[in-house]
């Protein structure tokens, strides 16, 4: 069966019916090729059932990931992002023009690509991934992110993990990550800028963004004495005015990035600094992107990216190819020397602190106390504990060290299970007996609570 | 659509897994339940004692060291610990609370320490950097300065450096800086 190409070169005319723009997309998700999935559908419900899918976009990405989104076919697109329009976005972010600076880069985006692209709509988001709650990411079937921080990303990796009910097949949300700070192979060089990274988990099954923690190279830190006594680089000053003249001279109350007096206070710091050892190199703009963290980043590794997430994206929703994911699921690209890709496994961790130990249902009795909970914990046979610490998500129950921790919560002992946390709340165990491995057990009362009178 | 759930249920099959879950409640961060390990496998020696304000945020304590040798002897330094949600990817924050004349700890507090910045690892625990702290007491290090004169008295005149940290430590002036007391007084 021979299957239509595209051919580059002979981008035809749109034509004026309404669905011409989705006739190639059209041809890959009606028939069967090569490496389609055994349970391919290429019938019209199945074909339509990408319109019913909900995605969501959360962070960096942005532009470029909406814009790859709505035009694959997705038409149910979710944006979140807390971010507002500042003017030096404009030169790469290319849904935002000089009118939008200041208002919410969610809300402008959504409204842009819903204008260009008939029949999609999107809904924006215009807050902290952290603000919504486990039943708004429920909601989506696929979870895309560009996030920028590591706290963002295992915010979302362990949310989306904890979604996972073994009852329910919908709560499996797999999560697409992307990112184009640098990433670090044992052994390459740590180069910015011209690196990213795609990878996708399925809650669970496979390794998870905890699991992959590793694979982030650490922010590249310049000892705090050559700041202070031999600086080298133009980098070297901007730190030291950063880090050690701000505090001691404090010209303003507290340092705000965006504002550019104090960028300039810092910036003149920094080149008499610069002078005195003749060092030369410090600029205003440099002096921005050392404090604000700025990595050069190049639009189009943003851009390589994105649309890898997305096709990622696209063939988890179709089955038209298979998707990183299941065997392979960690796909790393470099442009520093030539061009290098490389996709491999990467395995699941068994002692990982979020997928690897889910929280077990355990039953107990909210009127036993601390005490006898941790004495019933030691005849547990999978746990074998012998120094147990416990906490919860915002309580320390009782911590057997350091000294003053345990005298602390020595009286926690005394107290009643169901006076300390709430039924279905989770408690972390460790000890030192377990080497890397916790416990979590999601508490179940299976009596009720009598308050001490 | 990829049904990933059925591969759960062959991954389960195969396993004879059990896990369980349903609409959770608050739960524990990774970063917390790192810095909870950490700290029920602390062994401080008698010079060190840690203080919780409050024994629910793990992430934010002090360390007071009471140096039982060296120059420093028969001080009480205090530190905070700051600890972010990107523990153990980043180094906990540390400052020393008083003003001391140190080769390593600058007049602000701050520690020069290489474990705390560029040669931090996610393997390193709050164990470590608690021994990193204690050393810096018992050996000054001059060559890499935070306090560029207090390194430059430890190299020049090991004899005077020993004398101004005594006057120092007595909340005395050295070289027009005037320092806080932190002689541990007897109770």
């Known amino acids: 069966m021979s299957q239509p190409v595209m051919v580059a070169g002979t981008i035809p005319v749109p034509a004026l019916e309404p669905d011409s ?43 470029e990931l909406l814009k790859d989104l709505a035009l694959s076919g997705f038409k149910d697109i979710h944006v979140i992002d807390m971010d507002t329009i500042d003017v030096s976005n404009l030169n790469r972010q290319f849904l935002f023009r000089h009118s939008d600076v200041g208002k919410s880069k969610a809300e402008v985006a959504a409204r842009f690509v819903e204008k260009r692209v008939k029949g999609v709509s999107i809904t924006p988001h215009n807050c902290k991934i952290q603000d919504k709650d486990e039943d708004f990411y429920m909601q989506f079937n696929i979870v895309i992110c560009g996030l920028d921080s590591i706290e963002a990303r295992r915010w979302m990796n362990s949310t989306l993990i904890n979604l996972a009910d073994p009852e329910n097949p919908e709560s499996y949300k797999p999560l697409i990550d992307g990112g184009t ?14 690196k990213g990274q795609s990878r996708v988990v399925f809650p669970t099954i496979t390794s998870c963004l905890e699991c992959q923690l590793d694979m982030h190279a650490p922010r590249q830190a310049v000892p ?34 965006d504002d550019p007096e104090h960028i300039t206070w810092l910036y003149k710091k920094a080149l008499a600094r610069a002078e005195e050892f003749k060092i030369s190199g410090v600029t205003y703009s440099l002096t921005q992107g050392v404090v604000k963290n700025i990595i050069p ?11 890898s997430c997305c096709n990622e994206a696209f063939k988890i929703a179709t089955q038209t190819n298979p998707s990183l994911g299941f065997e392979e699921n960690y796909m790393m690209y470099s442009g520093n020397d030539s061009i290098y890709t490389y996709t491999f496994k990467h395995e699941k961790k068994d002692d990982c602190p979020v997928c690897g130990q889910l929280a077990r249902d355990l039953e107990v009795d909210p009127n036993f106390t601390l005490q006898e909970f941790i004495e019933s914990l030691a005849e547990r046979a999978e746990a074998q504990l012998k120094k147990p610490s416990i906490r919860a998500e915002s309580h320390t129950l009782y911590m057997q060290s350091p000294v003053s921790l345990e005298e602390m919560t020595r009286p926690n002992l005394k ?7 709430g039924n279905g709340d989770e408690i972390a165990i460790t000890d030192p007996s377990l080497g890397t491995v916790n416990f979590k057990y999601k508490l179940k009362f299976f009596k009720e609570y009598r308050a001490a009178v | 659509m990829l049904k990933i759930w059925n591969m759960k249920q062959k991954q389960q099959s195969d396993a004879n897994a059990d896990a369980a879950a349903g609409n959770k409640k608050k739960k524990v961060t990774a970063a917390q339940l790192r810095v909870q390990k950490d700290l029920s496998e602390l062994e401080l020696p008698r010079t060190m004692k840690t203080i919780f304000k409050d024994p629910d945020d793990v992430l934010n304590f002090e360390l007071t060291i009471e140096p039982d040798e060296g120059m420093y002897k028969g001080g009480q330094f205090h530190f905070t610990f700051e600890i972010s949600q990107e523990f153990p990817h980043q180094a906990p924050k540390v400052l020393c609370k008083e003003k001391i004349y140190h080769p390593n700890i600058d007049l602000q507090g701050k520690v020069c320490l290489n474990i705390l910045r560029e040669d ?7 164990q470590a950097v608690i021994v990193g702290l204690q050393f810096l007491f018992l050996e000054p290090n001059a060559s890499d300065p ?5 390194a430059e008295d430890l190299r020049s005149n090991r004899e005077g450096f020993k004398r101004n940290v005594r006057q120092s430590m007595g909340g005395g002036i050295v070289r027009n800086e005037a320092f806080d007391k932190v002689f541990k007084t007897r109770d």
């Open chain 1, 181 to 194: 700070e640098d990433c670090q192979i044992a052994g390459l060089s740590t180069q910015l800028g011209f």
């Open chain 2, 120 to 126: 931090w690892k996610p393997v390193l625990n709050i």
């Open chain 1, 21 to 63: 723009r989705w006739t190639y997309l059209d041809n890959v998700r009606r028939n069967t090729g090569p490496y389609t999935s055994e349970e391919f559908d290429t019938s019209d419900e199945a074909v339509s059932t990408m319109d019913r899918l909900k995605v969501l976009g959360a962070g960096g990405l942005g532009c």
């Open chain 1, 415 to 421: 107290k009643k299970i169901g006076e300390l946390v």
């Open chain 1, 297 to 307: 980043a190049i639009a189009s590794t943003n851009a390589i990216i994105a649309a």
């Open chain 1, 224 to 257: 705090l004495c050559t700041l202070a006594t031999i600086p080298r680089q133009p980098e070297h000053c901007i730190e030291w005015a950063h880090i050690i003249a701000w505090e001691q001279e404090q010209p303003f109350p507290k340092l705000d990035n």
């Open chain 2, 146 to 150: 935070l306090n560029k004169e207090a």
